[in-house]
């Protein structure tokens, strides 16, 4: 059963840290989103990729944030320097662009204090 | 520029009583529409999407141009729909094509 692996699960880090998620897409899938989640924006979208190469990251903050995919099997979101407002729920998903669906991980729970 | 908007956060009803929830849609090009559900401690996933003209789990969805919306519907509710659901519209062409927006969610609630 082939699904979207996301790790860590939970990150708690300190105001100023540098985090880091990874993603490891489905086998085969080209396109990867990343989205956050808050109760006051729903699933926003940071960035996307399709065949490794970034199409949109306009919704993502750039002074802090970088979106990357090293090979076709990771891509990888940073956060240098996490702030508070940060603490969300980060997912992943990745698909074909044919297919038009989207799989998602499980997410990432970060909480900066 | 794509936007979906979902206008409730939360929406209660109970067992056996209609349900819908709504979503309207900002966007240029002829869109294509889905649902997602996020059961609890589920992973978000596909419910619907609107070429397929298809009723899952006894939610339908009908896509109104006139109206921009995608309203979800199911005649009974059922405790087990409890869930976050969320509209979202792909980018079917242009430079953007791929580009897969969501809602905020809805939050809907079934009581027994």
């Known amino acids: 059963d082939a699904r979207v692996t996301q790790t860590p699960r939970h990150k708690v880090t300190e105001m100023g840290q540098e985090v880091t998620m990874r993603c490891q897409p489905i086998l085969g899938h080209n396109t990867v989103f990343w989205y956050r989640q808050t109760m006051m924006q729903g ?14 990251d306009s919704g993502m903050p750039k002074d802090r944030f970088s979106a990357e ?4 099997t990771l891509a990888t979101l940073k956060i240098q320097p996490s702030e508070p407002r940060d603490s969300a729920v980060y997912f ?7 297919n038009t669906e989207a799989f998602f991980g499980q997410g990432t729970r970060l909480t900066v204090v | 520029a794509q936007r979906v908007t979902q206008p409730e956060k939360l929406l209660s ?8 929830l709504k979503c309207n849609y900002s966007y240029s090009g002829s869109p294509e ?10 992973r ?31 005649p009974f509710a ?6 976050m659901y969320y509209c979202a519209l792909i980018n079917a062409g242009g430079t ?3 580009k897969l927006t969501f809602g905020q969610g809805t939050i809907l609630t079934v009581h027994p």
Not at chain 1, 92 to 98: E, K, Q, V
Not at chain 2, 65 to 70: A, H, I, M, Q, R
Not at chain 2, 78 to 83: K, L, R, V
């Open chain 2, 33 to 42: 529409l889905f649902w997602y559900v996020q059961y609890s401690r589920q």
């Open chain 1, 43 to 56: 699933l926003e979208l940071l960035a996307y990729f399709r065949n490794r190469a970034p199409l949109d």
């Open chain 2, 44 to 74: 978000l996933q596909l419910l619907l999407r609107h070429i397929s003209r298809e009723s899952i789990k006894g939610f339908t969805a009908d896509l109104n141009k006139g109206e921009t919306s995608f309203h979800l519907k199911k």
């Open chain 1, 92 to 98: 992943c998903a990745s698909g074909l662009p044919r």
């Open chain 1, 69 to 72: 995919m090293p090979d076709a």
């Open chain 2, 13 to 20: 009803v109970f067992k056996g009583a209609p349900v819908e």
């Open chain 2, 96 to 98: 953007s094509y791929g």
């Open chain 2, 78 to 83: 059922q405790e087990e729909d409890s869930a």
